[in-house]
């Protein structure tokens, strides 16, 4: 392993491992909390291909393996949530949600803090109302 693979957010997380469990506690969260109650309706009754989407691509976006690449080309982010009504409300919603999950998953807080601000850059560039 090369120093720069040892720092990528994806080695940090533990890997795999690590995004899978950040990623099903989001979704646990989402699917419990009735604060995030908005976001969770805009997704199917079942969220198990929304937790294997996120996790291929955070696998990718984090520095690891292009998992989502490799099974539906480039993720379109924008354009494949354009569909759905994405504000302010939104948007602090699935941050919450996100901020949540990184702190139960008791994520390094300068790592989770560095992921937040990522995070937030992309959640409000998804907005589209």
């Not at 995030?36 to 976006?61: D, Q, V």
Request: glycine fraction near 10%.
């Amino acid at each position: 392993m090369t120093a720069g693979e040892a720092t990528t957010p994806f080695t940090r997380l533990g890997g795999e491992v690590g995004v899978r469990a950040l990623v099903d506690r989001f979704y646990d969260l989402m699917d419990l909390e009735p604060a995030y109650a908005g976001i969770r309706a805009m997704h199917p009754s079942t969220l198990e291909g929304s937790r294997e989407k996120l996790f291929w691509f955070l696998c990718g976006w984090l520095g690891g393996p292009d998992l989502y690449v490799q099974r539906h080309g480039h993720p379109r982010l924008r354009a494949r949530h354009l569909p759905y009504a994405i504000g302010i409300k939104e948007r602090d919603q699935w941050m919450a949600c996100m901020i949540q999950a990184l702190h139960e998953q008791q994520i390094d807080d300068s790592l989770a803090e560095r992921l937040a601000e990522s995070f937030f850059g992309t959640a409000d560039w998804m907005r589209n109302r």
